[in-house]
């Protein structure tokens, strides 16, 4: 479960950022909505342990995030929260497996290789654990990412604009890739999109104004 409290936000002298209230529970799937500049990033930031507001509490899985100190912070984010962001981000130095595993080890787990190529067979990238970056197209690279952010068992999975790089073949693809595997590892999900072909997959709506 996730909830957040009184959340408030403030970049130097720019208008503060106010967030409503929020609790999403357990493998529930929320849509993040909101214009340009209402702090949607601003919010899964802080959500995902990356950004600490000025104000309000954050409490996933009964732990409020805000306290643990920061070794304990980037522990706990490695462990509970599986981040899928706009253009994927991986080291080009290391293929699709370790780009994988090396999200277990910096999260204190074990590598679990079974587990890996598991993933990356349902996303359709068997056969690609020992690719790099360069070798894989941007649909299969957004795959991958998915597999990253899911290989710890995380509690939340966070997507911001997945999907807004990727033609409509892709698109769906990976929104049902990311509902679906939410769905199966029992995650809470949280899409944030100004893509209609998301919208129209997730009913739960929290919109920023």
Do not use: C
């Amino acid at each position: 479960m996730i909830k957040i409290q009184s959340l408030a936000h403030q970049y130097h002298h720019a208008p503060i950022l106010q967030f409503p209230d929020w609790e999403i529970k357990d493998a529930e799937q929320w849509l993040l909505l909101g214009s340009s500049g209402s702090g949607k990033s601003t919010l899964l930031n802080i959500i995902a342990g990356l950004l600490k507001p000025q104000n309000g509490e954050v409490i996933l899985d009964g732990t409020s995030i805000y306290n643990l100190s920061t070794r304990e912070m980037d522990q706990f984010r490695g462990q509970k929260i599986g981040i899928v962001f706009q253009k994927p981000h991986f080291i080009k130095s290391l293929n699709i497996y370790d780009n994988i595993a090396i999200a277990a080890s910096l999260a204190g787990l074990p590598i679990d290789a079974k587990r890996i190529s598991l993933l990356l067979e349902t996303l359709g990238l068997a056969g690609k654990a020992k690719k790099y970056t360069e070798e894989l197209s941007q649909g299969q690279l957004q795959r991958a990412s998915i597999a990253r952010a899911l290989v710890n068992h995380p509690s939340v999975l966070i997507a911001d604009e997945p999907t807004s790089s990727l033609d409509d073949e892709n698109a769906e693809n990976v929104i049902s890739l990311l509902t679906e595997q939410a769905a199966s590892s029992h995650a809470s999900l949280i899409v944030a999109t100004h893509d209609n072909r998301v919208r129209n997959r997730l009913s739960k709506e929290y919109l920023l104004s």
